[in-house]
């Protein structure tokens, strides 16, 4: 069973979610998760939270009904140049980051400019996550993309929402195996991760699973660099200490 979930959105988000981050704590207790992330959407998502929200998550507990907390953000890529949407200052300040590409902020590119795009976003203070690369409308050169990921630190994830059957993704599967097989030649971890808008799907990361029973032999991807099963390694690889 994993031990924790780090893409989350609370009601900050701006949409999908009504839950307080401490609802999304006690949803993490029940499903026996022992660390939370909570990974908001940054401004540039209508009606998320303001820079200053995010500036002020480095004062929030870091414990909430027994539950080890931290502090993300979902950046959303604002152009090919890989610009996000939090100033280098407040980035600094929280605990992670994911870089993601969503429709609304982003227009999908070629192969090539969408993986510039995330490499160059990749510079970006306490960037460590990329998320759902598997979007079919934002096609990327896995291979480059892995082999920077582990030049700059970073994991990818295997995002539950996006397994989702009818998901907006369109068809995830190959980009993921693909994705897969890039990282265990470059030895880049992955995290399995919710994407939850909401307490309901905290921690639920089975279609996932599913996923990577079905393909381990033929990928024959290496178990270790699953990273979602020891919270304490997720939590000093991205204090950048080496895998
Ligand atoms: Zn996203
Ligand atoms: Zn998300």
Same mark, same amino acid.
């Given at each position: 069973?994993? #031990?924790?979930?780090?893409?989350?959105?609370?009601?900050? $988000?701006?949409?999908?979610?009504?839950?307080?981050?401490?609802?999304?704590?006690?949803?993490?207790?029940?499903?026996?998760?022992? +660390?939370?992330?909570? $990974?908001?959407?940054?401004?540039?998502?209508?009606?998320?939270?303001?820079?200053? @929200? &995010?500036?002020?998550? #480095?004062?929030?507990?870091?414990?909430?009904?027994?539950?080890?907390?931290? @502090?993300?953000?979902?950046?959303?890529?604002?152009?090919?140049?890989?610009?996000?949407?939090?100033?280098?200052?407040?980035?600094?300040?929280?605990?992670?980051?994911?870089?993601?590409?969503?429709?609304?902020?982003?227009?999908?590119?070629?192969?090539?400019?969408?993986?510039?795009?995330?490499?160059?976003?990749?510079? #970006?203070?306490?960037?460590? %996550?990329?998320?759902?690369?598997?979007?079919?409308?934002?096609?990327?050169?896995?291979?480059?993309?892995?082999?920077?990921?582990?030049?700059?630190?970073?994991?990818?994830?295997?995002?539950?929402?996006?397994?989702?059957?009818?998901?907006?993704? =369109?068809?995830?599967?190959?980009?993921?195996?693909?994705? +897969?097989?890039?990282?265990?030649? @470059?030895?880049?971890?992955?995290? +399995?991760?919710?994407?939850?808008? =909401?307490?309901?799907?905290?921690?639920?990361?089975?279609?996932?699973? %599913?996923?990577?029973?079905? &393909?381990?032999?033929?990928?024959?991807?290496? #178990?270790?660099?699953?990273?979602?099963?020891?919270?304490?390694?997720?939590?000093?690889?991205?204090?950048?200490?080496?895998?």
């Amino acid at each position: 069973m994993i #031990q924790f979930d780090v893409h989350t959105h609370s009601i900050s $988000s701006g949409h999908g979610s009504t839950c307080t981050i401490t609802d999304m704590a006690m949803a993490a207790r029940k499903k026996g998760l022992s +660390l939370l992330g909570i $990974s908001d959407h940054g401004p540039a998502t209508l009606c998320a939270g303001t820079p200053s @929200y &995010f500036r002020s998550l #480095q004062m929030a507990p870091r414990e909430r009904c027994g539950i080890r907390m931290l @502090y993300g953000v979902e950046l959303n890529i604002l152009d090919h140049s890989g610009k996000v949407d939090l100033e280098k200052s407040i980035l600094s300040g929280m605990d992670y980051a994911i870089i993601s590409m969503h429709t609304k902020n982003i227009k999908p590119g070629n192969i090539c400019e969408n993986t510039k795009a995330y490499i160059h976003a990749m510079d #970006q203070p306490k960037v460590r %996550i990329i998320g759902h690369c598997d979007d079919a409308k934002y096609p990327v050169d896995y291979k480059a993309l892995a082999r920077e990921a582990a030049d700059h630190h970073v994991m990818m994830e295997i995002n539950n929402a996006s397994i989702m059957p009818g998901g907006y993704r =369109g068809n995830t599967i190959p980009n993921i195996i693909h994705m +897969l097989y890039w990282c265990g030649v @470059y030895d880049v971890p992955v995290l +399995l991760s919710s994407d939850s808008h =909401g307490y309901k799907h905290v921690g639920d990361v089975k279609g996932s699973e %599913i996923l990577l029973r079905a &393909f381990r032999e033929s990928l024959d991807f290496p #178990q270790h660099l699953i990273m979602s099963y020891d919270a304490d390694r997720f939590i000093k690889y991205i204090n950048h200490y080496p895998l």
